[in-house]
């Protein structure tokens, strides 16, 4: 059985390439048992879809109101460095 630490490694792997069936099988069975790991397994899948997001689903885009409010925490950050 794998321990939370090989289970988010792996997680992560996959994003990224793919596994043999046995490593796709262990995690599957981690994240079955595991709340946490399997959180963070949907938080990295959630990310990978942000990251590659189309303009054209809107789901994914941003209000303007949340894009001034990127753009003053950067703003606020590089005032501070």
């Known amino acids: 059985m794998l321990n939370c630490k090989q ?15 046995w490593k796709k099988f262990l995690l599957k069975m981690h994240l079955f048992l595991c709340r946490s790991c399997s959180n963070f397994s ?8 942000v990251s590659r997001h189309d303009e054209n689903m809107p789901d ?3 209000t303007d109101e949340a894009k001034q409010r990127i753009a003053n925490a950067l703003i606020d950050k590089q005032r501070s460095n």
């Open 7 to 21: 289970a988010s490694q792996l997680a992560s792997r996959l994003m990224d390439e793919e596994l043999p069936f």
């Open 42 to 49: 949907r938080q990295l899948d959630f990310l990978r879809k």
């Open 60 to 62: 994914f885009q941003l």
